[in-house]
């Protein structure tokens, strides 16, 4: 599982913080967000202490209707030693309890001038791909034509390489080497680099090199969900490759599973090429077109046909 904390979310969205400085370092456990319009009424008997506490124009301006003695007391109740943290929307005023109470008991309040509900939605999908599972994979992830495009295979079979010249033709480096995969949901797997190898590509003989240095921010992104997995193997002559593609193979990762391909590795073949074109090939069969079924189709009612012709020839006989 990953880690995330209010400082992590104050600085992925450029939150301001208005009190409780201390507790800038509090992890949060949860994804889901609390709205507590109802303990703002006075009913705690399900108030989920443990989440972010997300206040909009509808819990303030209904706090500020309450008598003075019942808004240090609804906020003395909110703030509890489990609150990992409060985030005001639309830009709301901090009220003066919250804050009091906030710094007495070391609870960060975060404001943005963002809609409640578009708030509430950007905290959850980003806390919940953080504290997601996560497994690290030795390969590359690569954006092709918008198809996250996982290579693995052994070490110095061109893995690297091949990454390299699909950002010279146009793609994107999101990691090489380590993979971080993240499964935010049934196979829903999120890849991304570690940040210390974030946008860096190893080439053996050249050595560590940056790829948005050399060729722009365009050619790197920082996370992709991973949708197909290429493995490249040493090409084997005794082996039985996969000629039409009709068979679909899967690799499972953590609960998830990812179409697979095996392509395998001998000199003159443009693997760049070859895993464009599996790229392309994906996403056509996502959109219902697979040539390698067509052609089995025509192959059945050819070979129907010609069974037919010789049985009435036969016959005829």
Known sequence: MGEVSVKDIKERFDLELLAGASGIDRTIELSDISRPGLEMAGYFDFYTRTRIQLLGKTEIS?????????????????????????????????????????ERMGISVLGADIPT??????????????LAPMKTLHGVLVDV???????????????????????????RLIADDSVEIRE????????SPPPLLRHMLEIRGVGIIDIMTLFGASSVKDDKRIV??????????EKMYDRLGVDEDKLKIMDSEVTKLVVPVRP???????????AMDYRLKSLGINAAEEFTNKLDAVIS?????????????
């Open 117 to 130: 509900t578009r708030l509430s939605g950007m905290l959850t999908n980003f806390i919940a791909g953080r």
């Open 268 to 278: 003159g073949r443009n693997l760049s090429v070859i895993i464009e074109v599996a």
């Open 145 to 171: 034509y918008g198809i996250g495009v996982l290579i693995t295979g052994k070490s110095g079979v061109g893995k690297s390489e091949t990454a390299l010249e699909l950002v010279k033709r146009g793609h």
């Open 228 to 237: 197909l997995v290429i493995d490249l193997e040493l090409w084997d002559p």
């Open 184 to 191: 935010v949901a049934k196979n829903i797997l999120i890849g």
């Open 305 to 317: 046909q010609k069974a037919t012709a010789a049985e009435e020839k036969g016959i005829h006989r």
């Open 62 to 102: 209904f706090f500020e209707l309450l008598p003075e003695e019942l808004r240090v007391e609804r906020m003395d109740m909110l703030c509890t030693p489990d609150t990992p943290a409060f985030v005001l929307a639309h830009g709301v005023t901090l009220p003066v309890e919250l804050e009091i109470a906030a």
